[in-house]
């Protein structure tokens, strides 16, 4: 019984394991299947998303292109008119300091004119005082040097007439002479 | 007063003797106030030496006695300040000479001066040898020259005109 016993769990051991032995293998085969689908799907979502990439990577180029494009065009535009406003600003301009410097030139060349001729009229007016006052000097001095000559050729004389004849006047004939000089004092009415 | 004023001036003929007497007289001030007031001031200015300062002493001497001199010092103060007021307001006449005068040509100059003028004068006396001779003469702000060199130089400027 025993035998039969063991014999029974034997059986049920080789059918357990053979059915376990039989999951297992299914299991490996689904898993390998399963495995081979995984890559199959990874290898697909790696071309889609290479794909999808590569798509989107061109759209957006095409859409930064575009963008770009745009934007150019529109600053362009956009520097187009204000270069014009720019031109012709700047020609009104030009023309506004042409005529603002003709005039402002206009201007100083009449003040210039002007001033030249006060500046001749002062300058003919000042020679001519120059020459006035030179002249005047020089005649004074020349009046001073005939004083200067005058009072030297007296003093030479005093000195000539006292070397020579003064010496010869005695005592008696200085105070008659300078009697004689009051007398003729009082007949002036100096005193 | 002015008569006594008068006195003292006699004695003065030229600019130097009048110098000399406004001087004698500051000392005479001065001495006024030293010593006793009793004490004449002619025995006080005894002490001053020389003949002109004899001559002022003996001048005050003689109006002591005659009773004509003030006794104060005060009163000598002012005597003698109208004095030197008198003294040098009298006018003065300027004679510049080529030669230097005598004493006694002064006194016939300062005579003349005064009989014609019929006043009171100084002489100021100035000895310029180059004038040769004759005499220049001032009094009260006229000037004359009445000088030999004067002459002289009409002489020449009448010559140096001539053609």
């Known amino acids: 019984m025993r035998y039969a016993i063991t014999r029974r769990g034997n059986d049920i051991l080789t059918k357990t394991i053979t059915v376990a032995q039989e999951i297992i293998r299914n299991a490996i085969a689904a898993s390998q299947k399963n495995l081979r689908a995984s890559e199959t799907f990874q290898e697909e979502l790696a071309q889609m998303m290479r794909e999808g990439t590569a798509q989107n990577l061109s759209e957006s180029k095409k859409i930064i292109q575009s963008a770009t494009n745009d934007i150019v065009d529109a600053y362009q535009k956009q520097f187009s008119v204000l270069s014009r406003e720019v031109e012709a600003s700047g020609r009104f301009a030009h023309n506004q300091f042409l005529e603002a410097t003709k005039k402002r030139t206009d201007d100083l060349s009449a003040g210039i004119q002007g001033e030249l001729g006060k500046m001749r009229q002062e300058l003919e007016e000042k020679l001519l005082a120059g020459m006035q006052e030179a002249q005047a000097g020089a005649k004074v001095y020349q009046e001073q040097k005939i004083k200067e000559l005058d009072a030297k050729i007296y003093q030479i004389l005093g000195e000539i007439a006292k070397k020579t004849f003064g010496r010869s006047v005695d005592l008696s004939t200085h105070e008659e002479l300078v009697m004689e000089a009051l007398e003729k004092a009082k007949k002036e009415n100096l005193f | ?163």
């Open chain 2, 1 to 163: 007063m002015e008569e006594l004023f008068k006195r003292f001036s006699e004695q003065v003929k030229t600019r130097e003797d009048l110098i000399v007497l406004l001087d004698e007289i500051e000392e005479a001030i001065r001495l006024a106030y030293v010593g006793e007031p009793d004490v004449p001031l002619s025995k006080k200015l005894a002490k001053m030496s020389g003949a002109a300062s004899e001559k002022f002493r003996g001048m005050i001497e003689d109006l002591e006695k005659e009773g004509e001199f003030p006794a104060s010092r005060r009163e000598q103060n002012t005597f003698f300040s109208g004095l030197k007021k008198y003294l040098s307001s009298l006018p003065t006449v300027r004679l510049i000479l080529a030669f230097t005068p005598s004493s006694e040509f002064l006194d016939r100059l300062a005579a003349y001066l005064e009989k014609k003028t019929a006043r009171k004068i100084i002489l100021d006396i100035l000895v310029r040898e180059e004038i040769v001779g004759g005499c220049l003469v001032e009094y009260e702000g006229e000037y004359r020259d009445y000088s030999m060199l004067k002459k002289l130089e009409s002489v020449l400027v009448e010559y140096s005109q001539k053609p």
